[in-house]
């Protein structure tokens, strides 16, 4: 039974650029959310998807987007990259069945130089 | 608005000590969860266990413990006998109903277990 994955592992961009990272939950499950964590502080909720649609967002601006697909993977989009969007960008899913417990997966290390 | 508070930010203890992490919530909503998680070097978060507001039965498992006290808002972790490979930064995070379950983290508690 896969856990939750996701790619790429680590990313280094420059300032200005757009990010695309992805996420698969885990089998079974049908919620994604994702957090962004800097370093040494806790992650903070950027939004969550179910059912291919925004259930709810963090304090986060609109340079962050993303996108929930049919097999219930998700993309995280960010754009004009910062050199405060520097953090481990974690992914979660929930299973369908009432649970709230968030499984996490291993996250993408994003530089922004 | 809810919010966690884990006030140390690093402990060090040596190997078979016993150690307490300590975690202080605030919420209005009477339907919540709390979580301990464990986050290794690796940085893939791991569910330790989760408690609901209906709950205050403390549970063990193992070497970990956790004692769930509403009337001090506190969920605080133990690990006895401490090992080498507890070393990690452990969170203690809370979903609310009123918030849609989305998770509210601690800042964590970077906890070294020396030899």
């Known amino acids: 039974d896969a856990g939750v994955t996701q790619s790429p592992t680590h990313l280094i961009k420059t300032r200005g650029q757009q990010v695309t990272l992805r996420c698969s939950p885990k089998s079974g499950h049908d919620t994604v959310s994702w957090y962004q964590q800097a370093l040494g502080q806790g992650p903070q909720f950027i939004f969550q998807?179910?059912?291919?649609?925004?259930?709810q967002r963090g304090n986060f601006p609109d340079r962050f987007s993303g996108h929930q697909f049919p097999n219930y993977s998700s993309e995280l989009n960010v754009n004009a990259l910062l050199l405060g969007d520097s953090a481990l960008y974690l992914c979660?899913?929930?299973?369908?069945?009432?649970?709230?417990?968030?499984?996490f997966g291993p996250g993408t290390r994003l530089t922004v130089t | 608005a809810q919010k966690v508070t884990q006030a140390q930010t690093e402990i060090s203890v040596v190997e078979k000590e016993d150690v307490t992490l300590d975690c202080v919530y605030e919420t209005r909503d009477t339907t919540y969860y709390l979580f301990w998680y464990k986050q290794p070097p690796s940085g893939e978060l791991v569910f330790l266990i989760r408690r609901n507001s209906f709950d205050e039965q403390n549970e063990i498992s193992g070497r970990y413990s956790w004692n769930f006290q509403k009337s001090t808002s506190s969920f605080n972790f133990t690990i006895t006998a401490s090992q080498v490979v507890d070393s990690a930064v452990y969170f203690c995070?809370?979903?609310?109903?009123?918030?849609?379950?989305?998770?509210?983290f601690g800042s964590g508690t970077r906890l070294l277990v020396r030899p």
């Open positions: 998807y179910y059912e291919e649609e925004e259930r």
């Open positions: 979660a899913s929930t299973s369908p069945t009432g649970s709230v417990e968030q499984y």
């Open positions: 995070a809370l979903s609310a109903m009123d918030s849609s379950y989305k998770l509210i």
